[in-house]
């Protein structure tokens, strides 16, 4: 009985893996009209996390994002992103070829990402393909895609059909 027990605690120690964690509460992501520049803003308080297995997470507030105007910030939370309505967006998904990354020499890495993408009440699937940069243990992830804003009941065809999104995350 006491060689079974051994057995059982061993095969329990091996199956476990420790996860490590990067996270950030100041990832930046950046959306422009592809039809007009001057629409565009920021968010510097996005709350991201990666893990070495290539879970993938970003959660933030509409309403943080900067605009050059005022004006353009409140149609953008009162008239198009609802953001009292619809206050967050979030990604959830994984970075398919985390094994090609190895976080404990610097380097620069291609990222291949799936994941959904909720926004404006609606969740839509999202592949990009992005870059992982290790410095000194430490990733910073980069990536760029288009969203189609009708896929997601935004209603800002007199202003733009797209939006360009840049995300970056440097992660501690």
């Known amino acids: ?58 959660s933030l507030l509409i309403k943080s994002f900067r605009f050059e105007y005022a004006e353009m910030q409140e149609h953008f939370n009162n008239k198009y992103l609802e953001s009292n309505k619809f206050p967050r967006a979030d990604f959830k998904g994984l970075v398919l070829n985390i094994k090609d990354v190895n976080f404990t020499k610097n380097g620069k890495y291609k990222a291949t990402v799936k994941g959904s993408l909720t926004m404006h009440g609606v969740t839509k699937e999202l592949n990009t393909i992005g870059t992982i940069e290790v410095t000194n243990g430490k990733p910073t992830a980069v990536a760029s895609f288009i969203i189609v804003l009708k896929d997601f009941n935004i209603d800002a065809a007199s202003v733009t ?5 840049t995300v970056t995350a440097q992660y501690q």
Request: hydrophobic content about 45%.
């Open 1 to 58: 009985m006491k060689y079974f027990v051994t057995i059982l605690l061993s095969m329990a120690v091996c199956t476990v893996q420790a996860q490590k964690a990067f996270i950030t509460r100041n990832a930046k992501i950046t959306f422009v009209a592809p039809k007009d520049d001057d629409v565009k803003a920021t968010n510097n308080e996005v709350t991201s996390r990666l893990t070495d297995n290539g879970q993938l997470m970003f």
């Open 161 to 165: 059909d797209k939006a360009s999104i």
